[in-house]
Every structure is written in C-alpha cells, then in structure tokens.
C-alpha cells in the first residue's frame, strides 16, 4: 500500500533521533487522537543546520517525519515555513495513501511549532 | 523467504487435503443437487454427507445446518432472519460492543429499521456482564446476538450461561461462532443456543462458504429470495466444492490441535512478556481464551509500524488499531475493554494455525524485541504502562 521511497524512509529512517543541541522543538499530536511527531531544529544564522524528529505513528507518519527534516535542512527559516504538505508527498516519490495525507501535515505542523519555539525564544 | 504466517483470525491456508477434496467436484461431479437425474442425485449425496459432517462437530441434526457463503451472511441470516419473522412479538435486539462488523452493522442496519438495539458492554477481559444482559432483557426482546470467541482479543464466552438466561426469559440466542468454531467445542444438545455462525476459510476450508446452525422450530424467515434451497433458508444452487472443502476440514479439525496450538500461545505470550518490557496481553488468558490468539499492546509503539517491520522480516500479523484497515479510529473491541487509545493503537495481533511451529514462534519473538526495541528508541512518549492502565 505505500511506495518504495516511502518504506525506505520508513525503515531507515536518517534523521530519526533526539538533537541535544536543538534550540527550537516543536511538538504535535497526542495518542487519543492518534500520531505524535516531535521535531528539533538546530537554527544558525537564520538557517536550519540540523533536524531530527521522534514520531509515534504509522509507516507514513514516520516516513513523512523523515521527510520533513531531510527538505529542511540547509533552507532558511522563513522558506522551510513555508513547505507544503505536497512538497513532502513529492519528496516521498509522489504518493501518500489518501487516508495518510494527515501524516504529511502532521509532519510540517511538528517543524512550524519547532521554528515557533525557536523564534519565540530568539526574539 | 519462507513466510511466517501469524494472521489465521483473518483467513487461513487452504489444508492440501481439502483442496484435494474439492477438486473432483468441479469437472466430475459437477451436477446441480436440485436435479433429479443421477448427476443431481449424484450431488445431492454428497452435499447431505458434508450437511452431517458439519452437524456432527455440533451434535445437531442435519436438518439444523443451513449452508451460507460465509460467516458474514450466516450473522446476517441468523439476525435479519429472527428479527423478519418475528416483528409481531417485539422490536428488541441486544448485542456486544464487542461484535464483528459482521453483527454491528446488521444490527445498525435493523435500527434504521426500527429496530431497537442494546450494546452491553464488557468488563476488562472482554466478557459480557450477565447480569447486565438480565437487565437488558425486555418484553419486546427478540434475540440476544453475542460472538463466542471474539476474534481481536480472544475471549471466549460462557455460551451456557448466556443461553441459559435467554431461555429463563424466551428470547432466541444467536452466537457468532466463526472463530471459535473447531477449537472451542460446541454441543448443540447441551448448550441453549438456537443459531451458529461458522465460516470455513477461519478453519483452512476454502473462502466464500459458511454454515448457519439453526435449531430445529426456530422461526426464521429468508433473507435472500430465490428457490427452496436449503430448507427454503437460503436460496441459491449450492456450491459444492466450497461445501465439501469446508466439510474436510472440519472433518480434519481437533481438540489435540486445539491443545497444541494452546501451548504455542502461551510459548509466544510468555516469550513476549519476559523479553519485552512495558506489554499487556489484552483478553484473557488460559482456558477462556481461543487457542489461536495472542493480541498484545506495546506501550509509546505504534501498531502498523511494527506490524510493518515484521512484514518486511517477513512475519504476517495484524493490528489492533484499525488505522492500517482503512480508517483510523482504535478497534472498537479494545476501546470497549477499556484500554487506553495509545495503548489501543499500539496493539498487535497474533494468530497462530495448526501449520504454526515452535521455531517461528521463537523467531518471532526475537524479531519483536528487535522491532519494538527500534521504534521506542524514536518515539517522543515514554510512558510507562503501569501509569496508562
Ligand atoms: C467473528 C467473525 N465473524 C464474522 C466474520 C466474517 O466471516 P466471513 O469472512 O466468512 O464472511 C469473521 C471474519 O472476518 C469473524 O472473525
């Protein structure tokens, strides 16, 4: 049921772990309603140099987490607020079960609370 | 890679010796029961032979086996079927919670109806409250529709019971028997229950076939229009070979399997709870249990993403949550037990066959230490059990 790019992020997910140095974290989601996605973003200079993410959640919930931090990375704060859930489903190969497209914007909503979190703590 | 297959509640692999069974009544006798020359005649033997076969697992009479497509129509017909011909005595129906969709769904279909249904709850192992269905029980109570091994958590209802009280108040006792049927026995003359579902793909027969058991007097009407087959129950020309295969294996079905099946439960629960920290068994154990189910929730993991690394080491099995089936809620089973929905989403079910060995138990055990181990280590809960329960 899941494409090949998405069970690789799956099993081998690079970007899945705790970031100690993080300055921003955001997180989202709870278990009555299903999936929890936690993501830590290593802002420098406006830039994000490192995510990582900790997901409680389905194959897509996790390959899209991997996802996520893998196309921000190296973008700026300002452009890796504006991902759209499509640009993680391109990222994924293209297709994301209709009934998984929630994970995706789960995902994006898990980084904009962590550029939140970041933000509100550099001001 | 040779599959290792844990998800038998869904369906199971056809045993070689029904598939042999069947085969020469597709091109040899292929004739039409109804018929009255040899090939019919022919036909109708053998399908009155697999109509004791069937009866016999049950002690019933022949006459009692109404043969259906499945475990789907027999909860249908036996539900549809009391509650059409028995309108004028009352509008009552009471069920589980904890009911396949098979049930539910018929049930929510008779409420747009008209019909009035009660939905008992069950305490925390999955057991129906008998004195809560007593209070349940109304003048205008039909039927009381209760499944017998449940098929997520394994819980097997004290059918005599439940049949007893129904009697004490005369309101029919249908119960889904599709799981439990074969491993659980079932006396038909002992127990007071007037309607059995049974399907044969749960008990390695062919897809698309079932049975419904009902005792002799009971008013039924049909639900399915067509000729005066199956004592005019079920309408439709028979299918034979789905009707010998189901036939063979209940025919090859038993209680020493039912035992050892049993000990390899209790191997792979046990191997689960001492090597993996944080696990509930949901259900309960031992003797109310269907020998065949292991259904686990594993705290802060989530149920198809383990599921889906077994699959990929190989090992077949199935989730509590419903979230891989399509829709995303937690099993209703596991809701009405009382777990917690992290839990609930957590869950994975085993099911274990005739065809299941020690060394796949083993292996699977190790696979989920490994899995579970891997997937805790990137989930943002930490919860610990003892706080969630
Ligand atoms: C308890 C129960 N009832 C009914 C059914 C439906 O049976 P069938 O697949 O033969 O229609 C199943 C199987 O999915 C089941 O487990």
């Known amino acids: 049921m899941y494409s090949k790019k998405v069970m690789e992020h799956f099993r081998n997910p690079k970007n899945a772990g705790e970031l100690k140095k993080a300055n921003g974290i955001g997180e989202v989601g709870n278990t009555a309603c299903g999936d929890v996605m936690k993501v830590y973003i290593k802002v420098e200079k ?41 640009d993680v489903i391109d990222y994924l190969g293209g297709e994301l079960p209709q ?20 933000k509100e703590k550099h001001a | ?79 549809k079927g009391v509650a059409y011909a028995n309108r004028d005595k009352g509008n009552h129906i009471i069920t589980t919670k904890i009911e396949h969709p098979a049930v539910l769904n018929t049930c929510k279909a008779l409420e747009k109806e008209g019909f009035e249904i009660k939905y008992l ?50 309101v029919m006792f249908h119960t889904d028997a599709v799981q439990s049927f074969t491993k659980v026995p079932i006396n038909a003359k002992k127990v007071p229950v007037d309607l059995i579902s049974m399907s044969s793909h749960k008990i390695h027969g062919p897809k698309g076939v079932g049975a419904l058991y009902v005792r002799k007097g009971t008013k039924m009407a049909s639900i399915q229009h067509g000729g005066a087959h199956e004592f005019k129950l079920r ?89 891989s089936s399509h829709s995303l809620e937690p099993s209703h089973v596991l809701l009405a037990i009382g777990l917690d929905k992290g839990l609930a989403n957590g869950t994975l079910r085993m099911t274990l066959s005739r065809f299941t060995t020690e060394e796949e138990i083993d292996y699977t055990i190790g696979s989920l230490k490994k899995y579970v181990e891997k997937l805790r280590k990137i989930s943002p809960l930490k919860r610990v059990l003892k706080d969630v329960l």
């Open chain 1, 46 to 86: 406006g830039i994000i140099k490192e995510a990582k993410f900790l997901t409680f959640g389905c194959c897509a919930a996790i390959a899209a987490s991997d996802a996520v931090c893998a196309i921000v990375k190296g973008k700026t704060v300002d452009d890796a607020m504006k991902l759209t859930k499509q």
């Open chain 1, 99 to 118: 009934l998984k497209i929630h994970c995706s914007i789960l995902g994006i909503d898990a980084l904009k609370a962590a550029i939140k979190d970041y």
């Open chain 2, 1 to 79: 890679m040779k599959k290792i297959y844990l998800d038998n509640g869904a369906t199971t692999m056809v045993d070689p010796a029904v598939v042999k069974e069947m085969l020469p009544f597709f091109s040899d006798v292929y004739g039409n029961p109804s018929s009255i020359h040899q090939k019919g005649q022919e036909a109708k033997r053998y399908l009155t032979e697999a109509r004791e076969d069937v009866a016999k697992k049950l002690n019933a009479g022949y006459d009692e086996i109404i043969f259906t497509s499945g475990g789907t129509e027999s909860d249908n017909l036996a539900i």
């Open chain 2, 121 to 170: 709850g069950v305490d925390n192992e999955g057991f129906v409250i008998l004195d809560d269905l007593r209070k349940a029980i109304t003048p205008k109570t039909l039927l009381v529709s209760i499944i017998h091994g449940n098929n997520e958590i394994g819980t097997i209802q004290p059918l005599e019971k439940i049949g007893n009280i129904c009697r004490e108040h005369g």
């Open chain 2, 235 to 323: 309408a439709g020309t028979e299918n034979v070979p789905g009707i010998m295969g189901f036939a063979k294996a209940v025919k090859l079905s038993s209680d020493s399997d039912a035992k050892r099946i049993a000990k390899l439960r209790d191997r792979l629960i046990s191997g689960i709870e001492k090597e993996i920290h944080d696990v509930k068994l949901n259900g309960p154990r031992g003797e109310k249990r269907l020998c065949n189910n292991v259904n686990i929730a594993f705290a802060n993991v989530e149920g198809e993403a383990l599921g889906s690394y077994l699959d990929v080491s190989g090992i077949c099995t199935s989730t509590g949550s419903a979230c």
